[in-house]
């Protein structure tokens, strides 16, 4: 069974920096994508970053053009989105999600918030505030 687990969040101060990892595992394919999602609370989902494993092809939202970094290491199945620069819009509970059809980035956050992904991970709360 494909599962991805979310890990790195926290409390951080304006400004600040966090990392978020996004572990998989039970998969055997060669190709995965990997999508980051926040939701604050009272809002919508929003498609923040994704990467592709195998050529590593990434897109960002606008609002974290800059600031965020997302990338992988395929020894390890795990994605990282580097956090810089943390605003407090920012805050939200961050997931991860995969999708293992072969398409780019934008449909796979396209898939993500359509509900048709079926692999995501728990969640992890990011809290930016003085």
């Known amino acids: 069974q494909v599962q991805v687990v979310e890990s790195g969040g926290g409390l951080v101060q304006p400004g600040g920096s966090l990392r978020l990892s996004c572990a998989l595992s039970?998969?055997?394919?060669?190709?995965?994508?990997i999508g980051w999602f926040r939701q604050a609370p009272g809002k919508e989902r929003e498609g923040v970053s994704c990467?592709?494993?195998?050529?590593?092809?990434?897109y960002y939202t606008d609002s974290v053009k800059g600031r965020f970094a997302i990338s992988r290491d395929n020894t390890k199945d795990t994605v990282y989105l580097q956090m810089d620069n943390l605003k407090p819009e920012d805050t939200a509970n961050y997931y991860c999600?995969?999708?293992?059809?072969?398409?780019?980035?934008?449909?796979?956050?396209?898939?993500?918030?359509?509900?048709?992904?079926?692999?995501w991970g728990p969640g992890t709360l990011v809290t930016v505030s003085s």
């Open positions: 999600a995969a999708d293992f059809i072969r398409e780019g980035c934008p449909a796979v956050l396209r898939n993500g918030l359509s509900g048709a992904l079926d692999t």
């Open positions: 039970g998969f055997t394919l060669d190709y995965y994508a």
């Open positions: 990467i592709i494993s195998s050529d590593g092809s990434t």
